[in-house]
């Protein structure tokens, strides 16, 4: 009997890939259980943030003689600054450890900035913050049903309010929390706010007098009173974004005297006369956006004529790229335009540092660009902004026709945008660059042009430099980026070579589940390949992924999947096995296989299992695995699951662990028999991979006499006779050898003889494996050894239902087919060297022309 192959065939290999999808999920997809953890633990995390060395004389920290100083000695201004580097759960973690340092931790000084997007903002967040947050000034939240938690903050100085995923704010919940923040001066929301009308805005506008800065992305309507009512109530408003929106008021600016960056990013609806007409007139509009919109050409020429303008940004625009319009050639007034048709790199650095670039165009005699420009920070801060956005739109659209503009100015682009002193700019690069490299997000495909023109641009070394920083979004982003680019053979080999291993593992011991969950993703890429997986174990990866299984052992299932998936993939190696083996690991995927309903958590955990458990003869990890409580009965019910990789994978390990005698009787009392019986029934039509799987278990099972009896009563022998009848050479010599070992019992004999005989003929004369062919024969041959002649005549009138069987012709048939396959073996000219001759040269060659290699690996009842 052979083993299972190790998690998978062609299309299942044993490393298996995974790939991580920018997606907004919904509020209802954030389980509970994301924030289990809510009590304050300390982030093994944040060990991996960038802090500048610090001597011991300039720390302030005195040492007596050669005495190490306590922890209680160390200076307040020395713990101040550890509180600083560490994130909010951590902070109030450390301040519990004495009464000095829980005063130190309650400074509202360390409170000034809360980013809450990777918690879950509940009230028991919300009560354990609600005391620090007086100070407060800017809050960053994901989620729109979390967004009336904040009022629960007490948060009276709040500046700044930015949320993404808020397609479930609604306008009742917003002008709430604007009534409750009258001193805010910047209101971000992200993501399809489409709940959100023109009402709420007014009451923005009212609430909120201060405000500098209105964001909102996905709002269907902005009719005339709402934007008249943004600059007649906050007389200081200077930016303007309305994202993704189905109409504007394109006319309703004529007040807008001090506004100076406009974004309509993404509205399709724009009478773009009317916009060019008013807009132009803006005396202070130094910077638009009008990237994926249909902007005409005409209209560009009027609106550059704005006297302050200085930048615009217009990618992935149709009307202005396709060709058929004359783009208007700029003066020495002409605002810098961010296109996919010009210069973008030239672009932002004239922005950035326009002397700079002013003088080596001059010298390379190549800019577009006439004037010198007076460096405004917030002009290159606001063009970074947009571009990181536009960026990622575009990246999420993943439209082939941008294979050119990704490789020619798109990646450097991006990583260039990486390298911003803005994190909300880091983080969309990172973000776009996790996603523009997918071709097939299902199978784990990247496009390996556009990920090694990341590698090439030096993006690994900056995206690892992102993963050890203090910010946990930036974390995130980065290890999806980095887990995403992973799938390409040379870019893993870069993320080892630069220690991104080592930076994985310490980010998936993170408390935060998303940044754990991206970092286990690129752990389970990289251990794909058979030279990282030493690499992965000595970072300490596997008790981290081990210790994600307890950590989440219900809901997030994000985290688990990946975790178990990495796991499985490491497994697969003999010395990695026997330590995820010590490290726990049998236990935790045995309670993910229990107790985890996520589809794709059982068919990563029931892989893994399979794994662990195919180095039977090295190690101990196939009988500890069938020792585990539960394991084998688990096992048994996902092959009744309705997700067919579930089926086959907890197939898979079945198979692998009836090799161990004991397991095999434990598989069978546990209803083995019936469900894999039941499975091979149900399989005919499903993928190759499963079908070998459940005739591989069935075949394990059948070394045991008493479970073979089984196999033919619960009517096992007509599917295998199917499965045999398979294209599929694995298929067919799997189904092949359980029929060899049915065979040996004459009542499974005598079930095979009519419908069996002939697929066995088949092949043992056309199969191309040499391993099917043998053993049909031997099937054959067991059949009709004489044993089964004294069965058919006992049952010949009750079991067959009055149907007699011509068993000597199907024996005839049988016997000249096993003649055959011999003959297929005797070479007669070399028989007839050998026989003159004697020689051992000549023998050999006979003999190994009889071998079949496989052979020594079968095991029969």
């Known amino acids: 009997m052979k083993r299972a192959i190790v998690g998978g065939g062609d299309d299942d290999m044993s490393n298996k890939r995974r790939r991580s999808v920018n997606v907004a999920v919904e509020e209802q997809e954030q389980q509970p259980v994301l924030f289990k953890k809510a009590r304050i633990t300390p982030s093994s995390s944040s060990s991996a943030c960038s802090a500048p060395a610090v001597s011991v004389a300039e720390s302030g920290v005195g040492i007596a003689g050669d005495r190490d100083a306590h922890w209680t000695e160390l200076p307040d201004d020395t713990v101040f600054g550890l509180f600083n580097l560490l994130n909010y759960r951590d902070r109030a973690s450390l301040a519990s450890v004495c009464r000095a340092w829980r005063g130190l931790g309650s400074s509202t000084s360390l409170w000034t900035s809360l980013d809450l997007r990777l918690h879950r903002l509940d009230s028991e967040v919300v009560s354990a913050l609600a005391g620090r947050c007086s100070n407060l000034q800017c809050l960053k939240f994901r989620g729109g049903a979390f967004a009336n938690s904040i009022v629960g903050l007490h948060a009276r100085e709040l500046r700044e309010l930015s949320g993404d995923w808020c397609s479930l704010l609604s306008d009742a919940t917003l002008s709430m929390v604007v009534a409750r923040h009258g001193n805010l001066e910047s209101l971000q929301l992200g993501s399809d706010c489409e709940r959100v009308t023109s009402e709420a805005l007014k009451v923005v506008a009212v609430c909120c007098p201060k405000l500098r800065r209105l964001c909102i992305s996905g709002i269907r309507d902005v009719d005339r009173d709402a934007i008249q009512a943004m600059f007649q109530h906050c007389q200081g408003l200077t930016e303007l974004g309305f994202l993704d929106s189905h109409t504007i008021d394109e006319g309703a600016f004529g007040a807008a005297r001090n506004l100076r960056f406009l974004s309509v990013a993404g509205c399709r609806c724009i009478a773009w006369s009317t916009a060019a007409q008013c807009w132009s007139k803006l005396p202070n509009l130094s910077g638009l956006d009008v990237s994926r919109t249909d902007i005409t050409p005409s209209t560009l020429a009027q609106v550059l004529a704005c006297p302050e303008l200085k930048v615009v940004c217009g990618l992935n625009c149709p009307l202005l790229e396709e060709g058929s319009n004359p783009i208007p050639s700029p003066s020495s007034k002409t ?8 210069d973008l ?8 540092n326009p002397s700079n670039s002013k003088e080596e165009a001059c010298s390379s005699g190549r800019s577009r660009y006439g004037r010198r420009m007076r460096v405004d920070p917030e002009v290159a801060k606001w063009t970074e902004r947009m571009l990181s956005h536009a960026l990622l739109k575009i990246a999420e659209s993943n439209a082939p026709s941008l294979d050119s503009f990704w490789l020619k100015q798109g990646t450097a682009m991006m990583l260039r945008l990486v390298q911003s002193a803005q994190e909300d700019v880091q983080e969309r690069a990172a973000a776009a660059l996790a996603v523009f490299v997918l071709v097939d997000d299902e199978n784990a495909t990247v496009d390996s042009a556009r990920a090694e023109a990341v590698m090439n641009g030096g993006g690994i070394a900056l995206l690892l430099g992102l993963a050890k920083s203090c910010g946990e979004g930036v974390q995130s982003e980065a290890a999806k980026a980095i887990a995403n680019l992973s799938v390409n053979t040379e870019v893993a080999k870069r993320v080892a070579l630069e220690g991104g291993i080592s930076i994985l593992a310490a980010l998936a011991r993170s408390p935060n589940r998303w940044v754990a969950e991206e970092a286990a993703g690129g752990l389970w890429n990289l251990s794909v390949g ?16 081990v210790d994600l299984a307890f950590k989440w052992p219900a809901g997030g299932e994000g985290v688990l999947e990946r975790a178990a998936g990495a796991l499985a ?12 083996a010590v490290a726990g690991g ?4 045995v309670r993910l296989a229990q107790f985890c309903n996520h589809e794709g958590v059982q068919e990563q955990a029931a892989r893994a299992l399979a794994n662990l458990a195919t180095h039977g003869d090295s190690n101990g990890n196939n009988a500890a695995v069938g020792r585990e409580a539960g394991a084998l009965e688990a096992l048994v019910r996902l092959t009744g699951s309705n997700h067919e990789g579930v089926r086959q994978e907890a197939a898979g390990a ?7 005698d004991r397991n095999r009787e434990a598989i069978a009392a546990a209803g083995g028999v019936e469900a894999l019986v039941a499975l091979a029934q149900d399989c005919s039509s499903g993928s190759q991979g499963l079908q070998e799987r459940a005739a591989g278990a069935l075949w394990g099972l059948s070394v045991s006499e008493a479970n073979s009896i089984a196999i033919g009563r619960e009517g096992g022998v007509a599917p295998l006779i199917t499965l045999a009848h398979s294209n599929s050479e694995d298929v067919h010599e799997t189904a092949v050898g359980a029929l060899w070992n049915l065979a040996f019992n004459p009542g499974n004999a005598l079930r095979m003889a009519e419908e069996g005989v002939p697929a066995l003929v088949h092949l043992c004369s056309s199969s191309r494996s040499k391993m099917a062919r043998f053993m049909a024969a031997l099937a054959l041959a067991y059949m009709f050894d004489g044993r089964m002649d004294e069965v058919a005549v006992r049952v010949s009138s009750g ?3 009055g149907r007699t069987v011509n068993l000597e012709a199907i024996r005839k048939l049988a016997l000249r087919s096993i003649d055959a396959f011999v003959l297929t073996f005797c070479d007669q000219q070399a028989l007839t060297a050998a026989a003159s001759s004697w020689a051992p040269a000549t023998l050999n060659q006979v003999a190994e022309t009889a071998r079949i290699q496989e052979a020594g690996l079968l095991r029969c009842s």
Do not use: P
């Open 335 to 342: 605002a810098v335009l961010l296109a996919r048709f010009t």
């Open 530 to 545: 058979e030279e990282h997986k030493g690499a992965i174990a000595e970072a300490g990866a596997i008790e981290a992924l």
């Open 654 to 660: 079945l198979w692998n662990l009836s090799f161990d």
């Open 345 to 352: 790199m030239e672009g932002l650095e004239v922005l950035l």
């Open 586 to 589: 049998v236990r935790a995927l």
């Open 569 to 580: 993939n490491l497994a697969a190696d003999d010395k990695c096995s026997m330590e995820v």
């Open 799 to 801: 079991e067959n239902h």
